[in-house]
């Protein structure tokens, strides 16, 4: 896969400054921005002002909050130089996205309270779009930015979105700027970053729908793997992770994670759940190793850790586990971690986590 979002962040920009170009002569602050209260000029700024700090909460690895900081345009700037500064804070936001490590994440309030590197650029990204959007529409500028950027920000930060067949109109009706036939008008929208749950020795990384369609065709979805990886059971649980996307069941928590060793950020197997939690609150999980990885307690693990979590949720209250008779290393897993042996089959041992 092995994509970042820094060029995804240039193209972006550049795509604003092209349009926006072409009209520095208009009155930019006595024009309200398409469905906003803001002028244009305030919204021209406001990207700048978020693409800066992007940048800045990326590069400096904020933990706990934004950090405490702003841009002031001088006195006399003109609209040519507004794009300017979106230029210059894109720019400093597409390095900080690139040499950023895969595993860094930063600050960020949604909804897990972080974001790494993709998160970071595909909200930039956004912002970019839509607001470039808001300002061309209220000065009859016509803006279709390349789908292939609709579609990097809807599978980064909009995965429970259902995706539609033109991603630009389904990018502004999830922002809450058009319609789309057959869904009901979105009046309220949050960014969408992975959820990361730490363990002893590894982190469980969300797996994004991008980084699920890319295993499901054989590729590495974005992370680097130990030898051997991922296993065919990861690509499996993404296959099925990209169809529940396509038909808009996807609940980004209850998808895939892969397992990243904190020692070395290698990815040594995947985790996941099978479902979103039923009406009685139970769902069923899944998980593999690398073959290289066995036999060190990450299963047992990444199963803790992961069952905690579920668990502590409201709407959880049954996990469940399926084990070929014959693995008996994977049904010392199970037990291990606190599954009881519920039921069985020719082939397969059923076993019930309660919380």
């Not at 706990?64 to 002031?72: G, L, M, Q, S, V």
């Not at 930060?157 to 058009?178: E, H, N, S, Y």
């Not at 590495?220 to 038909?247: C, N, V």
Request: charged fraction near 25%.
């Amino acid at each position: 896969m092995g994509t970042t979002g820094a060029p995804q962040v240039e193209e972006a920009v550049a795509s604003c400054r092209a349009l926006l170009g072409t009209a520095t002569d208009r009155d930019w602050d006595g024009v309200k921005a398409d469905r906003l209260e803001w002028s244009c000029r305030y919204t021209a700024e406001h990207i700048a002002s978020d693409l800066i700090s992007y940048a800045g909460q990326l590069a400096g690895r904020a933990q706990h909050a934004y950090f405490p900081f702003d841009i002031a345009l001088d006195d006399g700037t003109d609209n040519s130089g507004v794009l300017d500064v979106i230029g210059a804070t894109g720019a400093l936001l597409a390095a900080a996205v690139r040499t950023a490590p895969r595993e860094v994440r930063a600050f960020h309030p949604y909804p897990f309270r972080s974001a790494n590197r993709e998160g970071f650029a595909a909200m930039g990204i956004a912002e970019v779009l839509v607001h470039t959007h808001d300002i061309a529409a209220a000065l009859g500028l016509d803006y279709q930015p390349a789908r292939k950027l609709a579609e990097f920000v809807l599978t980064r930060i909009f995965p429970q979105v259902r995706p539609g067949a033109d991603p630009w109109r389904t990018l502004l009706w999830a922002t809450g700027r058009g319609e789309l036939p057959g869904r009901a008008p979105v009046t309220e929208w949050r960014w969408h970053n992975n959820l990361v749950l730490p363990a002893e020795r590894l982190t469980l990384d969300g797996v994004h729908p991008a980084a699920a369609a890319d295993l499901a065709a054989g590729g590495d979805g974005g992370f680097e793997w130990i030898d051997g990886g991922p296993f065919q059971g990861t690509r499996e649980a993404a296959t099925f992770m990209t169809k529940a996307y396509q038909a808009g069941l996807h609940r980004p928590e209850f998808g895939v994670f892969a397992l990243v060793r904190h020692e070395d950020g290698r990815a040594i197997g995947g985790i996941g759940f099978h479902a979103v939690p039923d009406e009685e609150g139970r769902t069923e999980v899944g998980y593999d190793l690398v073959e290289g990885a066995r036999g060190q307690g990450y299963a047992t693990e990444a199963l803790r850790a992961l069952t905690g979590w579920a668990l502590a949720r409201d709407e959880v209250r049954t996990i469940l586990a399926t084990v070929e008779r014959d693995n008996l290393a994977s049904q010392a897993v199970v037990s291990r971690v606190g599954f009881k042996q519920v039921g069985e089959d020719a082939d397969e041992l059923t076993y019930e986590l309660g919380g």
